[in-house]
């Protein structure tokens, strides 16, 4: 009787937290039966779902149907939890049946962590795939959240082309490759469901398209050799740089940029791997193909440079004609050192068609065409014997370039550099970008060539040659060069005049002009010659001081007995020195009247000899000298004393007298 009355009990509380079910016409069976599975279903461990009934800043009351309520402490409370209100439906994880206070404990986390549980393991027995957010990246991989449940995504699995900066916080479709509950870890793969949406839709394109369709897509990344387009579901196609344009292009963003959408026509699909080409240019016709029905040599057409070379401008003409302007035909002046110089890139110019080359693709173009000629002005610009300024551009071994402005350049021959100096280069006496007054000289129109001229602006020199210079002064200059045959002496007011080699020395012949100068000495030489027709001044050394040769016969004629001293012994030759700047040989012949094998066995460098001078070499000269014939002769004098001294009474024999004398001379050779 009181478990009836207890079941009773409680039916009655049951019934009147049903709030309004009328269960007055249920049996005492079928009530048992409702409270029995309503009773099963609130236990330990189970979720249900309950309603709000009231909120308090701490905590939530749910009402699930059970004959006390449920309390949700604010430390379960999320975000969704924190802004229910009365009415809401909630679901609960019921963490103890009776507190000792009659209410049940709940658990919003534990529910939603649980039915999170179920779904990855019903997404992963039935392969389907779930949303997770990529929260960061970590070793190997990202860490990754599906409702709130951790797992691991590794670095192979995220799909191509996403960046991972921009990839932390979104939310992506994933497949859950690897799942154990009870050891809380979760494997999964955005790649591998990017990849089976990719081969569907891959092979939907192979099926439903051909080559030469057109097909839409957006434009998905830029590379440096083309662009990828998408084709959807991250199929991409490749549109590489060349069939972006018919126009030359750098870059692929000239023509699109990431986000695009675009119509290209399909190239080529291999289908064993995977790969779709496709065009964007071949959506046109080749403009090459009737070039020549709407370009015309000689004709002039605008364009817009479009990329500058050292050696020219690219020039467009319309989209995929492009043609060359030469440097060379940029402008009429000749020292352009770029293209920038002239033309910008991105203005338009106009040019002038020169050459069409339809097999080849080019087109030659001038700009320099489509401006007036200088030369078509030169007359009423320059005249012969005009004093002009101009700029030096350029120097060769012949002469100077000199630009004269507006295009037009002249030449200053090197001939034409100076009127004293002999010029070898222009570079050392001009430079390039050297501002210099000229003179023009002639002016060719035909060939437009204008010469110039650089000494004509001084006052020539050798007019006055005559009247500054005379034969026999001493002057005073300075070696500005040597040469084997000379030296070339600058004077005062820049004429340079040649002392050559033979003007060195009266007493010795130089060999090499160098041994005596050097370039830069001050030296102070005489003028023996002036000649104005040849521009020729002479100049010497020597002639500073008297010929010593002056009236050689006079001072020692042939036959004379002469002292000298020994300057050189060597092996056939004694060169004795007569006096300054006179000299002369002994052969070894003429050394003495015995044989002797070598000059030294009868004397020696310094020695003072005398010689008998047999010849006068006037064209070399020098002295032919004999000292054996000296001896003879001076035998022969004291022999004739002697026969004069014994005409007057002498004693003594003939043998004798001569025999001292012969002595006494041996000494006075040897002294």
């Known amino acids: 009787m009181e478990e009836v009355n207890s079941m009773t009990g409680m039916v009655q509380e049951y019934s009147k937290e049903e709030k309004g079910q009328d269960d007055s016409n249920l049996t005492m069976e079928e009530l048992e039966k409702k409270m029995g599975s309503e009773l099963q279903t609130i236990r330990n461990g189970s979720i249900v779902t309950g309603t709000v009934i009231d909120i308090t800043p701490s905590e939530i009351y749910v009402n699930l149907g059970y004959k006390s309520d449920g309390v949700l402490s604010s430390e379960e409370w999320d975000d969704e939890t924190r802004v229910m209100k009365k009415g809401d439906k909630i679901r609960v994880f019921i963490k103890r049946v009776d507190d000792g206070r009659g209410q049940l404990i709940l658990s919003r986390k534990q529910a939603k962590e649980r039915d999170a549980w179920d779904h ?161 240019k071949q959506r046109k016709e080749d403009p090459w193909l009737t070039v020549d ?74 700009y320099k065409a489509t401006q007036p000629h200088p030369w078509d002005s030169i007359g009423t610009r320059f005249h012969v014997d005009d004093i002009v300024s101009g700029k030096v551009k350029n120097t060769l071994d012949y002469g100077a370039f000199i630009d004269l402005g507006n295009g037009i350049e ?81 004077l005062q007011n820049g004429l340079e005049g040649l002392l050559h080699i033979s003007e060195f020395s009266w007493q010795s012949e130089v060999k090499n002009p160098g041994d005596v100068l050097k370039i830069g000495d001050q030296i102070t030489v005489a003028i023996y010659e002036v000649d104005k027709a040849k521009q020729k001044i002479s100049l010497s050394l020597k002639r500073l001081s008297e010929d010593p040769w002056k009236g050689i016969e006079r001072r020692f004629p042939v036959g004379s007995i002469q002292t000298g001293k020994v300057l050189l012994v060597e092996n056939t030759l004694v060169e004795v020195e007569l006096g300054t700047g006179i000299s002369g040989s002994v052969h070894i012949s003429q050394l003495s009247q015995t044989r002797v094998s070598h000059p030294s066995e009868v004397t020696k460098v310094g020695d003072t000899v005398t010689t008998k001078i047999l010849e006068i070499d006037r064209k070399n000269r020098k002295f032919k000298l004999s000292m054996k014939e000296a001896v003879i002769d001076n035998e022969t004098r004291e022999l004739k004393k002697y026969q004069d001294e014994s005409s007057h009474g002498f004693s003594d024999t003939i043998g004798d007298i001569l025999k001292d004398q012969l002595a006494s001379f041996k000494e006075h050779l040897k002294g």
């Open 410 to 490: 002249g030449l200053i021959h090197i001939s034409d550099m100076d009127w004293n100096r002999k010029i070898t280069h222009p570079k050392e006496i001009l430079e390039k970008g050297q501002e210099v007054k000229v003179k023009i000289l002639n002016i060719d129109s035909k060939s437009h060539r204008i010469s110039l001229g650089l000494k004509q602006t001084m006052a020539d020199p050798w007019e006055l040659v005559e009247q500054t210079y005379h034969v026999g002064d001493t002057v005073t200059g300075v070696v500005k060069n040597l040469v084997n045959y000379g030296a070339f002496v600058q």
């Open 293 to 366: 029905q709407r370009y015309e040599v000689n004709q002039k057409y605008n364009g817009t440079v479009k990329n500058l070379m050292d050696f020219g401008a690219f020039v467009e003409l319309e989209e995929g004609i492009e043609g060359l302007v030469h440097i060379s035909d940029l402008a009429w002046k000749r020292d352009i050192q770029h293209p920038r110089d002239i033309v910008e890139t991105g203005k338009q110019i106009p040019v002038v068609v020169k050459e069409i080359d339809k097999e080849k693709k080019r087109i030659s173009l001038s």
């Open 120 to 280: 990855i393991q019903n997404s992963h027995s039935q392969k389907t795939p779930v949303d997770g957010v990529i929260r960061e990246r970590i070793k190997g991989g990202y860490d990754v959240s599906i409702q709130g449940i951790r797992a691991f995504l590794p670095q192979s699995q995220l799909s191509h082309g996403k960046n991972v900066k921009e990839s932390i916080g979104k939310t992506y479709p994933m497949l859950i490759t690897e799942c154990d509950r009870r050891r809380r870890n979760i494997v999964v793969s955005e790649k591998a469901l990017v990849e089976e949406s990719k081969s569907k839709r891959r092979q939907e394109i192979i099926t439903k398209y051909k080559e030469n369709d057109l097909i839409k897509g957006v434009v998905s990344r830029i590379v440096e050799y083309g662009a990828f387009v998408d084709l959807g579901d991250g199929v991409e196609g490749l549109i590489h740089r060349n069939d972006l344009s018919w126009s030359v292009i750098n870059n692929p963003r000239e023509v699109v940029k990431p986000g695009d959408p675009i119509e290209a026509r399909i190239l080529k699909i291999d289908q064993e791997k995977g790969k779709i080409g496709l065009g964007l």
